[in-house]
T-cell receptor, first 109, second 116 residues
Framework: GQNIDQPTEMTATEGAIVQINCTYQ??????LFWYQQHAGEAPTFLSY????GLEEKGRFSSFLSRSKGYSYLLLKELQMKDSASYLCAGSNSGYALNFGKGTSLLVTP | KAGVTQTPRYLIKTRGQQVTLSCSPI?????VSWYQQTPGQGLQFLFE???????NKGNFPGRFSGRQFSNSRSEMNVSTLELGDSALYLC???????????????FGPGTRLTVL
């Protein structure tokens, strides 16, 4: 499987841009997912990348470099409601997801 | 479409007991995965079922088991509960992303298990 590493905590200001990085081991790698989880709630799907490059979805974008085993999630025009945990997950050929421990993002006024 | 449902939402058990958790996937989804979430370890994969067969398994002891029925509903069972089994257990029903070999997973609200 993949060892997924991401920062434990980040803080950013409302209206700003924040980038959450994720690194993974490339053996058996198929693609990468990003999920958002608010406290006490289930994770919700944000985006996925299979090929190298940037995928944009409104205020959220995700980037993947397969050769470097690296991804990031970019959140633009931060809102208070974006305070949540952001989970990076690698998919191997067996359809299971291997999650990182999550990055807790705090958006301050 | 209704989302993934899990029952019960909260459960309190004592050490040594066993527990069964239930998950109903989104209509039409044939794959169901189970995860354990704890503050220290994050989300850890337990197992995945597809068409009533276990297709993938994580690194959990044999006390953790599951099954899937013909209507895709799934159950997981934990026997001889330990204090460390206290966690949020999440079920996810999956739809394959065409041509990718990957599933987009839709999570249920989870069952919060407390072992005393």
């Amino acid at each position: 499987g993949q060892n997924i590493d991401q920062p434990t905590e980040m803080t950013a200001t409302e209206g700003a841009i924040v980038q959450i990085n994720c690194t993974y081991q490339t053996s058996g790698f198929n693609g990468l997912f990003w999920y958002q989880q608010h406290a006490g709630e289930a994770p919700t799907f944000l985006s996925y990348n299979v090929l190298d490059g940037l995928e944009e979805k409104g205020r959220f974008s995700s980037f993947l470099s397969r050769s470097k085993g690296y991804s990031y999630l970019l959140l633009k025009e931060l809102q208070m409601k974006d305070s949540a945990s952001y989970l990076c997950a690698g998919s191997n050929s067996g359809y299971a997801l291997n999650f990182g421990k999550g990055t807790s993002l705090l958006v301050t006024p | 479409k209704a989302g993934v449902t899990q029952t019960p939402r909260y459960l309190i058990k004592t050490r040594g007991q066993q527990v069964t958790l239930s998950c109903s996937p989104i209509s039409g989804h044939r794959s169901v995965s189970w995860y354990q979430q704890t503050p220290g370890q994050g989300l850890q994969f337990l197992f995945e079922y597809f068409s009533e067969t276990q297709r993938n398994k994580g690194n959990f002891p044999g006390r953790f088991s599951g099954r899937q029925f013909s209507n895709s509903r799934s159950e997981m069972n934990v026997s001889t509960l330990e204090l460390g089994d206290s966690a949020l257990y999440l079920c996810a029903s999956s739809l394959e992303l065409a041509g990718t070999g990957m599933n987009e997973q839709f999570f249920g609200p989870g069952t919060r298990l407390t072992v005393l």
